[in-house]
């Protein structure tokens, strides 16, 4: 059953929006209608503040009803790729990717955020870090907008080290962090050397093995697409992965998603965790966290390239089959504003501020003090993530912790499921790949007479 959280909120006016064109058929409200909004996200501690903080948009727009629709992350995928490809009004505002976005609006299945944008005073969409508005956008027009952007780091507990007497390098490779894993684990007193997801799904595991096959040398396919899930590359650094979580990973790993890992590290019962950079605002937040203070950041590892951060966003798009698409960009609007960075800082802390998405962020005096171990890092990460070159050899697709093609929803789900049954023992990983390459060669089959 869904978590749905309603709350009532407020309508502001939407002529100045209509009179220049942003909506073609989204209701207009008159002062004494109500409409309900109804908005599916993903469920983590960023979503959950801003649910939190509702009632301040509640203030200003009595006429809006808010729906949410909690969603852990494979769920909402699901979810809402089916509600939105089919065209159901179920939701009016949903949480999607730079996976998603441009995929999606050369489908029709978004809206053209354009319109709503010009005309919103001081929502400036040029505040927006250029990487993730250009991921977020087709044939040079928006069509979702960003909540927060990260890539990836490696999260270690700086206690655990110094008590070792292990110096964190400033580039980590994975060869380094195995050591440290080594060396850290304590299964007995309830400590995993780290914490790597393990659970199914290409929003899952795939998320940071596929970085780790990328530095390794790996690649999906080549130029020809050719698949390449069983060269030497890409099972060297399966093995790699599976054995380290294996020997020295969290218990039921297997299981274990970005949710799980986050609960280890902030409970103190990991050591080190490789994974997004938004999770700062778990740890760092007492209410959520036994390790403030005690966290390490240090890039995400690397083995033969240079870097191996992902890009990521979540973001909020309006399905072209809302029938409340003016009150739905009233919030959506809301939710990724200036306006609503700061009021997070100020009620519930710095360390909530949804990262990665404004320049201006940044510029914030109380953020920038606030994010000083992390903050530079995740910008630097962000920067130096390649999606139009994330391989050492070439290759025919982009993306860096997912292929943007259509299939590998599908796809990366499949493959995800042979290594997350390598993670828990249920097969080799040489079986694994050798069924993964049988899916992404059928894939590859079809490109290939596209061309």
Request: charged share 20%; aromatic share 10%.
């Amino acid at each position: 059953m869904h978590n749905r959280a309603r709350i009532g909120g407020v309508f502001a006016a939407v002529l100045a929006c209509v009179a220049s064109g942003c909506s073609s058929d989204g209701l207009l409200l008159s002062r004494d209608d109500t409409v309900t909004v109804s908005i599916a996200i993903v469920e983590n501690a960023q979503m959950r503040d801003a649910i939190s903080l509702a009632s301040e948009f509640e203030k200003e727009n009595p006429n809006i009803e808010l729906e949410f629709v909690l969603l852990s992350e494979n769920e909402a995928r699901e979810t809402i790729a089916t509600a939105v490809s089919t065209a159901a009004d179920d939701f009016d505002v949903v949480m999607i990717s730079n996976y998603e976005t441009e995929q999606w609006a050369e489908n029709g299945w978004l809206r053209d955020l354009s319109g709503y944008i010009r005309a919103t005073p001081g929502y400036d969409v040029d505040d927006f870090i250029p990487s993730l508005r250009q991921s977020l956008s087709y044939d040079g027009a928006m069509y979702s907008v960003p909540f927060y952007g990260e890539s990836s780091f490696l999260m270690y507990r700086r206690d655990l080290f110094d008590a070792a007497g292990i110096a964190m390098p400033e580039q980590p490779t994975w060869d380094q962090v195995g050591e440290f894993a080594s060396r850290l684990d304590d299964k007995p007193n309830g400590l995993s050397g780290i914490c790597l997801r393990g659970k199914p799904g290409w929003g899952e595991v795939l998320a940071p093995l596929d970085t780790v096959i990328n530095t390794f040398g790996g690649r999906w396919y080549d130029e020809q697409w050719n698949a390449q899930l069983t060269s030497p590359e890409v099972t060297r650094a399966v093995d790699f992965y599976v054995d380290l979580v294996r020997r020295y990973g969290q218990p039921g790993a297997a299981t274990s998603g970005y949710l799980e890992c986050a609960t280890e590290l902030a409970h103190g019962r990991t050591a080190m965790w490789y994974d997004a950079t938004a999770a700062v605002s778990m740890l760092e937040d007492p209410q959520t966290s036994e390790v403030v203070g005690k966290i390490g950041y240090a890039p995400a590892p690397v083995m033969y390239s240079e870097h191996s951060g992902w890009l990521y966003t979540w973001s909020l798009g309006i399905p072209a089959s809302s029938r409340n698409a003016d009150a739905a960009w009233e919030f959506a609007s809301w939710m990724t504003s200036k306006e609503y960075i700061r009021m997070v800082g100020e009620r519930l802390g710095w360390a909530h501020v949804p990262p990665g998405s404004r320049i201006s962020t940044y510029e914030i005096p109380e953020y920038e003090a606030a994010s000083v171990a992390y903050g530079p890092l995740t910008l630097a990460a962000m920067e130096a993530a390649n999606p139009d070159q994330p391989t050492l050899l070439p290759v025919p697709y982009n993306g860096v912790q997912f292929l943007t093609i259509p299939e590998f929803d599908v796809l990366g789900n499949r493959v995800s499921q042979q290594i997350s049954d390598a993670i828990a023992g249920r097969k080799a990983v040489g079986d694994a790949l050798v069924q993964a390459q049988g899916y992404a060669a059928a894939v590859g089959d079809t490109h290939r007479t596209q061309r």
